[in-house]
């Protein structure tokens, strides 16, 4: 017995060691057949061809599709080449939307138009498939410039505990419009609202015009006063995304205007309009300070955020462009209070004037914009007017602008401004969720950015303010595809 024991001890070290020689070379065979589906996996996911959109002053081309193109191979892009490198690994901020405002005088204007220029306008804004697609929208809380009046939701002088307050004078024109572009906009819209006056009797200079300041006796009525705008919205059926605590704050204007300092609107949030929205649950509103102008936004963003128990009831910061760009300023609140967001909330062509509306130079404020904007960490991007008429109004004080359609309520006529298709180039293949991806433009005169949507494809904006044509290339993962950019011209590319 025991030597066949031992005679036995060999042979079981023999069949040990030959299974452990399948089992690795069965693992091994595994670990090569996983690395081979993960370099397939790789090779499948490589960009092959770029859908290319184009819009250029010296042709007819408006967001026109182009022939596809292909890659090539290229290793090393040239210093000396004009060229946009992409690098999809290094991603910034979530686009929240793009779109313009859906104020009294777009509405008025709207249900001015024949039922065909009306289904054609709601297309061309916020249709995904056959329009801009607009996705982020602002409106006014009660009257502002563009309306045909002042008016607010509690006119009765006095009136602290808003037992008169109506939303009415909204439910004839504005609330109907929104419900429409909702509707279009496959309910995907994500609407915010903005006051440019508290109503008279609440002011020091007993005028909703000419600036003027809250009286903080009534604090806490104008914070209810929020309160009840969004639940009288949403039970009209506009559901609201978010607030600003007041349109520009810093100027006194010949319409709807009301001054707070820093510090005043950082104790309003504080004090009053944050804690309303809470005890009234919402909490979810995405409310925003200072709404206007980019110089001095830092030092606004910075007195509200240095202040935790303000801070926590703001989600971000609005600004538009009326000053000067300074665009730097946008990326600084952000370098500095990175956990807040940046929106552009408003931003208009020029005073209008019929015998400039075909100038080229419009859509590129808006092109210039909203790159450098969006490069600079903002989230969003708000144009004003969606539309006006043929005056750029109503008005009620004789303030009339540009917008990106200007509509002729006596003949019916739509005239796009070249602005509207600046905005489709990126409102169009910029879907809400895309997020910011590094885009590196080696040439000053192509202003580019790119962002990487939630499908998995890339959108690259490419901007020419020259006189000239360049050609450059767009370069991701050793490889890229040759564009032409025409002179003054804004180009899209879906890879």
Sequence with gaps: ML???????????????????????????????????????SASSQVNKADVYVTAKATNDRIAKKEPLNFVSLEQPDEHTPTIILDKDKTFQTLVGIGGALTDASAETFYKLPAKQQQEILTAFFDKEQGNGFSLCRTNIHSCDFSSASYTYAEVPGDTNLKHFSIAPDL??????????????????????????????????????????????????????????????????????????QNEPMAVQTWESCIFTAAEERDFVKYHLGPALERAGLSRLKLMIW??????????????????????????AGFHW????????????????????????????????????????????????IIMDLNNWASGWVAWNVILDERGGPNHVGNYCMAPIICNTKTGELTYMNSFYYLGHFSRFIRPGAKRIICSSNHDDLLATAFLNPDGKIAVVVMNQTEKDIEFHTWIENQAVKTNSPAHSIVTLIL
């Design 172 to 245: 004839k024109y504005k609330i109907p419009f929104i419900k429409t572009a909702f509707a279009k906009a496959g309910n995907e819209l994500k609407l915010f609202a903005s006051p440019w006056s508290p109503p008279a009797w609440m002011k020091t200079n007993n005028d909703m015009l000419h600036g003027g300041k809250l009286r903080p006796e009534y604090n806490q009525t104008w914070a209810n006063y929020f309160v009840r705008f969004v639940k009288e919205f949403e039970k009209a059926g506009v559901p609201v995304w978010g607030l600003t605590v």
């Design 3 to 41: 030597t066949s024991a031992k005679q036995s001890f060999p042979r079981k070290i023999l069949f040990i060691f030959f299974i452990l020689i399948v089992s690795l070379s069965v693992y091994s065979a595994a670990k090569t057949k996983a690395g081979s589906h993960k370099a397939d996996t």
């Design 291 to 316: 709404d206007h102008n980019r110089g001095i936004m830092y030092q606004r963003a910075k007195v509200v955020y240095d202040d935790p128990v303000a801070s926590k009831y703001v989600w971000g």
């Design 322 to 369: 009326y000053v000067g760009d300074h665009f730097d300023n946008v990326r600084l609140v952000h370098d500095a209070y990175p956990d807040k967001e940046l929106v552009f909330t408003e931003g208009t062509e020029a005073n209008f004037d019929a015998n400039k509306v075909k100038d080229w130079q419009w859509g590129e404020f808006f092109g210039k914009s």
